[in-house]
């Protein structure tokens, strides 16, 4: 739809213009013939020009589909620019380089045509690009004053590289004469990721189609960078900032598209390393949209989502002028914290609302001080061991539930056998009970319910944080990524598992078990209405088996050291701490003191002696 209304204003402007100028330069109209023979050559000269091969060679010069010899087919394609055929074509690129990136700018169309990570490889030790081989393209989209619609992506720029103190800058214009051009302007800086980049143009107006939107698209295919490409696509968005600060992202698994409003920068990211375009003048609109390219795991697959951008340009003047900034590089907090003014660090998926907080101002900054002076794994058996000690409180509040539970089980097995055709009065002496005796069966569930923001916060951790990526520790060659034991024959793999087994889910469901068998599998009494806990005793071990073989390492590990240590602290608890003699007798004397019903007990008891009731006059 945008496109068939972008051609109905280009033609309702063209006839606006004409009628304006038909008076002056009736003479100089082409008749509707040569119009159409111009359509037709500008036709196989964008044919042409779409086929022209991409070099990698700094300011080198290689056969193309046009032809720098031929004069008539050069004239052709400056025909097809218009104005903008001032300047001539030539095949090159030119390099812009520091110590962290790797550059190359091509003057095709002035645009970044190879982005390099110096320090950082994938994991068959293959440098991380994140643009490369046409997987990118950018540019402006606007249509000029005699009716052409023109995209900076197929047209010819003339690089100039010039230093500003330490900085390289290269200038790419596209001209219409010696003092009239259309320029991209790089500025890179030393041991920087972030590189400044501005649009403007110089004596355009009058050239420049001002009441038709001048778009800038961005295109991009996320190339893979993990040995898991379903992984690694699970954390790979569309992130973007707007509408003054608000962070949102498009769907991870699914095609998504939105148009938002005020956006202030865009981050294509791709799991550990990200492309984004930030702006200081935020865009008034955008079109976003996102395609899944991963429908299973494959380890051919060379890319995980397709990211596009579209975003008009402010003409002020009949002038462009539009000041950003490019960054390529690492999804790192270390690294785009340093970019506060623009806000970077919101890109990194910590997670949303308090799992968000805790992984970012708790695990993140405690597991970067351990691990800045201990090896990676130790530092997760440490941060583990100090998550534990915090938590402990509510461990010994839910074993205390538990032990006080495993105390009345002999009175409940009574009140059971008693009631056991009358189910509405075997509840109902089942809650006097523990009433009297001080005891609240869900007060053993509270302290696991307080622990779920911290269980999530660290599921989005362990894979997300980019200080474990490519760290080994011992059997583990990334922490961020899942440890295999044993890799499955190729093309065999099991549902829901995956092709090969990992061996820290395995300690870690060994672990869970031992621990559920000491609370679940004990303590806690079976009751009607309850679910079957023997059965969620063996499920969740199966459950964390399964799920976590695809999952991070660093997160597997961290559970099976914390169960450990839970089971270490239940054990010292048990032997040292509580005493079933002495909770036998704290309830005795729970049950002689007056009990003050709640306003909640009274109602449960009130609508209980109701159901009883009216069952009594059922039988009558």
Same mark, same amino acid.
């Given at each position: 739809?945008?496109?068939?209304?972008?051609?109905?204003?280009?033609?309702?402007?063209?006839?606006?213009?004409?009628?304006?100028?038909?008076?002056?330069?009736?003479?100089?109209?082409?008749?509707?013939? =040569?119009?159409?023979?111009?359509?037709? =050559?500008?036709?196989?000269?964008?044919?042409?020009?779409?086929?022209?091969?991409?070099?990698?060679?700094?300011?080198?010069?290689?056969?193309?589909?046009?032809?720098?010899?031929?004069?008539?087919?050069?004239?052709?394609?400056?025909?097809?620019?218009?104005?903008?055929?001032? $300047?001539?074509?030539?095949?090159?690129? $030119?390099?812009? =380089?520091?110590?962290?990136?790797?550059?190359?700018?091509?003057?095709?169309?002035?645009?970044?045509?190879?982005?390099?990570?110096?320090?950082?490889?994938?994991?068959?030790?293959?440098?991380?690009?994140?643009?490369?081989?046409?997987?990118?393209?950018?540019?402006?989209?606007?249509?000029?004053?005699?009716?052409?619609?023109?995209?900076?992506?197929?047209?010819?720029?003339?690089?100039?590289?010039?230093?500003?103190?330490?900085?390289?800058?290269?200038?790419?214009?596209?001209?219409?004469?010696?003092?009239?051009?259309?320029?991209?302007?790089?500025?890179?800086?030393?041991?920087?990721?972030?590189?400044?980049?501005?649009?403007?143009?110089?004596?355009?107006?009058?050239?420049?189609?001002?009441?038709?939107?001048?778009?800038?698209?961005?295109?991009?295919?996320?190339?893979?960078?993990?040995?898991?490409?379903?992984?690694?696509?699970?954390?790979?968005?569309?992130?973007?900032?707007?509408?003054?600060?608000?962070?949102?992202?498009?769907?991870?698994?699914?095609?998504?598209?939105?148009?938002?409003?005020?956006?202030?920068?865009?981050?294509?990211?791709?799991?550990?390393?990200?492309?984004?375009?930030?702006?200081?003048?935020?865009?008034?609109?955008?079109?976003?949209?996102?395609?899944?390219?991963?429908?299973?795991?494959?380890?051919?697959?060379?890319?995980?989502?397709?990211?596009?951008?579209?975003?008009?340009?402010?003409?002020?003047?009949? =002038?462009?002028?539009?000041?950003?900034?490019?960054?390529?590089?690492?999804?790192?907090?270390?690294?785009?914290?340093?970019?506060?003014?623009?806000?970077?660090?919101?890109?990194?998926?910590?997670?949303?609302?308090?799992?968000?907080?805790?992984?970012?101002?708790?695990?993140?900054?405690?597991?970067?001080?351990?691990?800045?002076?201990?090896?990676?794994?130790?530092?997760?058996?440490?941060?583990?061991?100090?998550?534990?000690?915090?938590?402990?409180?509510?461990?010994?509040?839910?074993?205390?539930?538990?032990?006080?539970?495993?105390?009345?089980?002999?009175?409940?097995?009574?009140?059971?056998?008693?009631?056991?055709?009358?189910?509405?009065?075997?509840?109902?002496?089942?809650?006097?009970?523990?009433?009297?005796?001080?005891?609240?069966?869900?007060?053993?569930?509270?302290?696991?319910?307080?622990?779920?923001?911290?269980?999530?916060?660290?599921?989005?951790?362990?894979?997300?944080?980019?200080?474990?990526?490519?760290?080994?520790?011992?059997?583990?060659?990334?922490?961020?990524?899942?440890?295999?034991?044993?890799?499955?024959?190729?093309?065999?793999?099991?549902?829901?598992?995956?092709?090969?087994?990992?061996?820290?889910?395995?300690?870690?469901?060994?672990?869970?078990?031992?621990?559920?068998?000491?609370?679940?599998?004990?303590?806690?009494?079976?009751?009607?209405?309850?679910?079957?806990?023997?059965?969620?005793?063996?499920?969740?071990?199966?459950?964390?088996?399964?799920?976590?073989?695809?999952?991070?390492?660093?997160?597997?590990?961290?559970?099976?050291?914390?169960?450990?240590?839970?089971?270490?602290?239940?054990?010292?608890?048990?032997?040292?701490?509580?005493?079933?003699?002495?909770?036998?007798?704290?309830?005795?004397?729970?049950?002689?003191?007056?009990?003050?019903?709640?306003?909640?007990?009274?109602?449960?008891?009130?609508?209980?002696?109701?159901?009883?009731?009216?069952?009594?006059?059922?039988?009558?």
């Amino acid at each position: 739809m945008e496109e068939k209304k972008l051609d109905i204003n280009s033609i309702i402007g063209f006839v606006l213009i004409f009628g304006i100028l038909i008076f002056m330069f009736y003479q100089n109209q082409p008749t509707p013939e =040569e119009i159409e023979a111009q359509n037709i =050559e500008a036709e196989k000269v964008a044919e042409e020009a779409a086929k022209i091969e991409e070099v990698q060679v700094q300011q080198t010069t290689t056969p193309t589909s046009i032809n720098l010899q031929d004069s008539t087919t050069v004239a052709n394609y400056k025909n097809a620019l218009g104005a903008f055929g001032f $300047t001539n074509p030539s095949e090159g690129t $030119t390099v812009l =380089e520091n110590d962290l990136v790797y550059l190359e700018v091509s003057n095709k169309g002035g645009q970044i045509i190879e982005a390099k990570m110096k320090n950082f490889v994938t994991h068959d030790s293959v440098p991380v690009y994140l643009v490369k081989d046409g997987n990118a393209t950018f540019g402006l989209n606007f249509s000029t004053t005699d009716n052409r619609v023109l995209h900076t992506k197929d047209m010819p720029f003339e690089p100039s590289m010039t230093k500003n103190g330490d900085n390289q800058v290269l200038s790419m214009k596209t001209k219409i004469s010696p003092t009239q051009f259309l320029e991209f302007r790089y500025e890179m800086k030393p041991n920087d990721y972030l590189v400044d980049f501005t649009i403007r143009s110089q004596g355009l107006n009058g050239v420049i189609n001002s009441s038709q939107p001048v778009n800038l698209e961005w295109d991009l295919k996320g190339i893979r960078h993990n040995k898991s490409v379903q992984y690694e696509n699970r954390y790979t968005r569309l992130t973007y900032n707007h509408e003054d600060g608000k962070i949102s992202k498009l769907s991870e698994s699914s095609d998504d598209e939105e148009t938002e409003e005020d956006i202030k920068w865009l981050s294509y990211r791709q799991h550990f390393f990200s492309s984004i375009l930030a702006t200081k003048t935020p865009f008034e609109t955008a079109e976003l949209s996102s395609k899944n390219l991963v429908e299973e795991e494959d380890k051919t697959l060379a890319y995980t989502k397709e990211y596009h951008s579209k975003m008009p340009l402010n003409i002020v003047g009949g =002038e462009i002028s539009q000041n950003m900034n490019w960054y390529y590089g690492p999804t790192d907090v270390a690294v785009l914290s340093e970019y506060k003014e623009l806000g970077l660090v919101d890109s990194i998926p910590f997670g949303w609302g308090i799992f968000g907080w805790i992984n970012r101002y708790a695990f993140t900054p405690l597991y970067t001080f351990l691990s800045s002076f201990l090896p990676y794994g130790i530092a997760i058996v440490i941060m583990t061991i100090l998550i534990r000690l915090v938590m402990s409180p509510l461990t010994y509040k839910s074993y205390l539930s538990q032990a006080k539970m495993k105390v009345l089980k002999p009175e409940i097995a009574e009140i059971n056998e008693k009631y056991k055709d009358n189910a509405t009065k075997r509840q109902q002496e089942t809650m006097k009970l523990n009433s009297k005796a001080g005891v609240n069966p869900m007060s053993g569930c509270m302290p696991a319910l307080l622990q779920m923001p911290i269980f999530y916060a660290l599921f989005m951790f362990f894979p997300t944080s980019f200080a474990l990526r490519q760290k080994a520790f011992l059997w583990a060659d990334d922490l961020s990524s899942f440890d295999t034991v044993y890799q499955f024959p190729d093309g065999f793999s099991i549902p829901f598992y995956g092709d090969h087994i990992s061996l820290f889910p395995i300690l870690a469901s060994i672990a869970i078990f031992f621990y559920m068998m000491m609370t679940t599998g004990q303590n806690m009494p079976s009751q009607p209405g309850m679910p079957n806990m023997k059965f969620i005793m063996y499920l969740s071990p199966l459950m964390m088996l399964v799920f976590f073989n695809n999952y991070a390492s660093g997160l597997s590990l961290y559970y099976f050291v914390s169960n450990l240590i839970t089971i270490g602290i239940m054990l010292v608890i048990k032997k040292f701490i509580l005493d079933d003699n002495k909770i036998h007798a704290q309830i005795q004397e729970n049950k002689k003191k007056p009990k003050k019903e709640g306003k909640f007990q009274k109602k449960m008891r009130e609508m209980m002696e109701q159901a009883e009731e009216q069952k009594k006059k059922g039988k009558r």
